[in-house]
């Protein structure tokens, strides 16, 4: 079976004056019954992961360079986040995506790097509402993680998948249920095509797009659904934590 993973995405949010709601999420959940992470503007990452040392929170990056070092201005290498205090680092999120043109055999580079350096990958695929409309989430799903994971024996170290429907991100729309359990079974097959059924269950597979505490039970109880990906619901403590509650008790 899959850890349960909480993982906040908090995007380019944030400033020191917000490490408080770190704290208050650290005081909240002292010996969680689920992994929680929070993937942070690098700005923050040093402090942060100071701050949750003796607690079971991880903190993480929101991308990742795929070289080890050299001229690449203003990107961050693997390591250097690893040296930070990351533990994590999300890669392929739709807005990395579309902002800066990422394509799967970058994101492939991406992912071997953050694994080399001992980072765990939070894989992001998801549609597009017209991928949807014409019926090709799962052909794009599937040519996402096939394009990320290509040339793997078996999965890279400690991966984390992460399905957010581009059009659910953001916007107060979530899939329906059944929306949600057909692209999760379809990804626990895929990977157990590619690495046999004991490696493929155990990675958690999370999904994220507008995931509330209002709607995170039912989306919890959905089979292969090991937790999710927050974005605006992971700011605050007061709205991350009945979520982090709601998928312990799933
Ligand atoms: C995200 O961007 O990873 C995300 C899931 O955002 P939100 O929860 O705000 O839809």
């Given at each position: 079976m899959a850890h349960k993973l909480a993982a906040g995405n908090w995007k380019m949010n944030g400033t020191r004056a917000d490490l408080g709601q770190i704290m208050a999420l650290a005081a909240a959940h002292p010996d969680p019954a689920v992994d929680i992470s929070l993937c942070l503007p690098a700005t923050l990452i040093s402090e942060a992961a100071q701050h949750v040392a003796d607690h079971p929170i991880t903190i993480g990056a929101q991308d990742c360079h795929s070289?080890?070092?050299?001229?690449?201005?203003g990107d961050i290498a693997a390591q250097q986040l690893l040296d930070a205090g990351a533990r994590d680092v999300i890669l392929g999120h739709s807005e990395r995506r579309t902002d800066?043109?990422?394509d799967d055999a970058l994101i492939r580079a991406k992912l071997v790097a953050a694994c080399d350096a001992g980072l765990r990958p939070i894989l992001c695929v998801g549609e597009s509402l017209a991928e949807r409309d014409a019926g090709r989430t799962l052909e794009r799903i599937g040519a996402q993680i096939d394009g990320a994971l290509e040339?793997?024996?078996?999965?890279?170290?400690?991966l984390v998948i992460a399905y957010e429907p581009i059009w659910a991100i953001g916007t107060g729309r979530t899939p329906s249920l059944d929306q949600i359990g057909e692209v999760h079974d379809f990804m626990r097959e895929q990977l157990k095509a590619r690495y046999g059924d004991t490696a493929a269950a155990a990675v958690p597979l999370l999904y994220g797009g507008s995931v509330k505490p209002g709607n995170a039970a039912e989306i919890f109880?959905?089979?292969?659904?090991?937790?999710a990906l927050v974005?605006?619901?992971?700011?605050k403590e007061s709205d991350f934590t009945p979520i982090i509650t709601a998928l312990s008790a799933s």
């Open positions: 070289a080890g070092s050299g001229a690449h201005t800066h043109g990422e040339g793997s024996d078996g999965p890279p170290s400690a109880g959905v089979p292969n659904v090991d937790g974005g605006g619901a992971s700011l």
